[in-house]
């Protein structure tokens, strides 16, 4: 088993909300290639449940986007995904 017991097999971490290494939350990018995350949009059955902020990013599933500084970057994808998100408008962060 890696690391702690949470920390699944797939890379997901729910103590700390990241994926790989990678936090879930944050300032983020939209980039077209050299992503840290591939994304697919999902309408059932995510990974993460994602609520799209425009401050304070702090805490799991809440993504403040920006073209500039980002804390990681992504790319969306319609297969082989490495995290498949839902967009929300409320109750962000694990299913």
């Known amino acids: 088993m890696l690391g702690s017991k949470s920390q699944a097999a797939d890379g997901f971490n729910r103590d700390d909300c990241t994926w790989n290494g990678i936090p879930l939350f944050g300032r983020v ?4 290639s050299f992503a840290d995350i591939k ?3 999902v ?3 995510p990974d993460l449940r994602v609520k ?10 809440r ?5 500039s ?4 970057k992504i790319q969306y994808v319609n297969s ?3 995290v498949k998100v839902e967009f929300v408008e409320s109750f962000p962060g694990w299913p």
């Open 52 to 61: 799209t902020v425009e401050s304070f990013p702090d805490k799991c599933g």
């Open 80 to 82: 082989f995904p490495d």
């Open 69 to 72: 500084f980002p804390d990681f």
């Open 29 to 32: 990018q939209v980039v077209e």
């Open 43 to 45: 309408t059932s059955f």
């Open 63 to 67: 993504w403040e986007f920006v073209e």
């Open 39 to 41: 994304v697919e949009i």
